[in-house]
């Protein structure tokens, strides 16, 4: 079945430190990636999105790239700062009306 | 910004205990999901209702869950005798479109825990 698998966490970096958080799916059709956001006390918020191979997602500095080749969608961002701690989900789409989410990774960034 | 809300924000109920989760959608939104979140895993698909019947299901939705939109505004997830493993946090979520490049938005969730 249709499934992602995202790195394990917690991770933790200092501030200004470059970001990726690694992310790989299995699907049977041709699904739409998505990186969603959690931060603390707070629910789910989409941080980016990408549609078709190559296609490049981007908010608030992060990044992602459609990789159709090699089934991946890592989260990256340049410089990392305290407010980007929260947990990462990398998601995907398929048809019908249901996300696949991957178990997310909490993300620590120290001042 | 349009949003969507959940009620409680935190509910702690006796294990065979009743209780219904409300959430109130995006207004112009047709489809309804219910997600949960057991601590430290992954968000589990549970339910998606459109045109005031379920769509889709998986398997952890066994017949104590339901769900229903008793009016215009409200879409509901009821679990009618509680068991321990339960305890999780409960998204709601709602689009505009099945299809697949339409994002979901997501409520803030509803902390169950069950004693």
């Given amino acids: 079945g249709d499934s992602v698998t995202q790195m394990e966490g917690p991770v933790t970096l200092s501030e200004e430190a470059f970001l990726t958080i690694n992310c790989t799916y299995t699907a049977t059709g041709y699904p739409s990636l998505f990186w969603y956001v959690q931060y603390p006390g707070e629910g789910l918020q989409l941080l980016l999105k990408a549609t078709k191979a190559d296609d490049k997602g981007s908010n608030k500095g992060f990044e992602a790239t459609y990789r159709k080749e090699t089934t991946s969608f890592h989260l990256e961002k340049g410089s990392v700062q305290v407010s980007d701690s929260a947990v990462y989900f990398c998601a995907l789409h398929v048809e019908g009306d249901k996300i696949i989410f991957g178990k997310g990774t909490r993300l620590h960034i120290l001042p | ?115």
């Fill in chain 2, 1 to 115: 910004e349009p949003e969507v809300t959940q009620t409680p924000s935190h509910q702690v109920t006796q294990m065979g205990q009743e209780v219904i989760l409300r959430c109130v959608p995006i207004s112009n939104h047709l489809y309804f999901y219910w997600y949960r979140q057991i601590l430290g895993q992954k968000v589990e698909f549970l339910v998606s209702f459109y045109n005031n019947e379920i769509s889709e299901k998986s398997e952890i939705f066994d017949d104590q869950f339901s769900v229903e939109r008793p009016d215009g505004s409200n879409f509901t997830l009821k679990i009618r005798s509680t068991k321990l493993e339960d305890s999780a946090m409960y998204f709601c979520a709602s689009s505009g479109s099945i299809r697949r490049n339409t994002e979901a938005f997501f409520g803030q969730g509803t902390r169950l825990t069950v004693v």
